[in-house]
C-alpha cells in the first residue's frame, strides 16, 4: 500500500516562510510527477506546483515565491514557500504518480496526501 503524508503547515504571519514536506511510503519502485495543490475555504482545489526529473512549474499566483522540490531516494518532495500572504491560506496536497509493487503486482498510480493546513495571518 502506497501513502503520502504531508507536514510542516502551520500559522505564519504575512510576509513569512514555510516549508512543507510530503514523505511517500510503500514498496515504492520509482517517481513519476510530483506536484502540490492547494484548497482555500469554499474554492476548488487549484494546481500550485509541478516537478518531474528536474522542470518544474508553477503557478502564476506563486511563481518566484514558491520553490518545489524533491528527493527520490528519500521518497520526498518538499514545497518551499516564501513572503506569504494571507490568500495562500489553504489545505495543501501533495501528489504524485508512483510505481509501486502491490500485493503480487506492479502498478502504476495516482495518488494523493490527506493535506496539511496552512493559515497566514495579516
Known amino acids: 500500500q502506497v501513502q503520502l503524508v504531508e507536514s510542516g503547515g502551520g500559522l505564519v504571519q504575512a510576509g513569512g516562510s514555510l516549508r512543507l514536506s510530503c514523505i511517500a511510503s510503500?514498496?515504492?519502485?520509482?517517481?513519476?510527477?510530483m506536484a502540490w495543490y492547494r484548497q482555500a475555504p469554499g474554492k476548488q482545489r487549484e494546481f500550485v506546483a509541478e516537478?518531474?526529473?528536474?522542470?518544474?512549474n508553477y503557478a502564476n499566483s506563486v511563481k518566484g515565491r514558491f520553490t518545489i522540490s524533491r528527493d527520490s531516494a528519500k521518497n520526498s518532495v518538499y514545497l518551499q514557500m516564501n513572503s506569504l500572504k494571507p490568500e495562500d491560506t489553504a489545505v495543501y496536497y501533495c501528489n504524485a504518480d508512483i510505481f509501486a509493487k502491490l500485493a503480487d503486482s506492479y502498478q502504476s498510480g495516482d495518488y494523493w496526501g490527506p493535506g496539511t493546513q496552512v493559515t497566514v495571518s495579516s
Open positions: 516537478i518531474f526529473g528536474g522542470p518544474t
Open positions: 510503500g514498496n515504492i519502485i520509482s517517481f513519476g510527477r
